[in-house]
């Protein structure tokens, strides 16, 4: 299902009558019709399918750009994560440093 958002004065908005279940894991595409003109409805679902999300974005804009690239084309994927999994890990650090004062007699 699409919607455009900004170019009508009055968006049509997309309800469910029952709750749409959400799982860990699952994907959320974001697009511009640059890219979901320029590729079908199972390319998007295969590619958007990569193993890494920015892989996966990557080649969403590679396949749309192949295609011609007539008009813009951004793509963003969302992706599910349990919380509690998250939690648990803690991050690295980015980089280690060591503060030292030399004090000059």
Known sequence: ???SLGSQRKVEVA???QPFPIRS?????????????????????????CVRLDT?????????????GHDNISAVLLEVSDSRRVAAA??????????TREVNS
């Open 25 to 49: 894991e699952d994907r959320f595409l974001l697009s511009t019709d640059g890219l979901h003109d320029s590729l079908t409805s199972p390319e998007l679902l295969e590619i958007a399918s």
């Open 56 to 68: 996966a974005c990557e080649h969403l804009i590679e396949a749309a750009n192949s295609r011609g």
């Open 90 to 99: 803690e991050p690295p650090p980015t980089r280690e440093f060591r503060i």
């Open 1 to 3: 299902m699409t919607r």
């Open 15 to 17: 309800v469910w009558d």
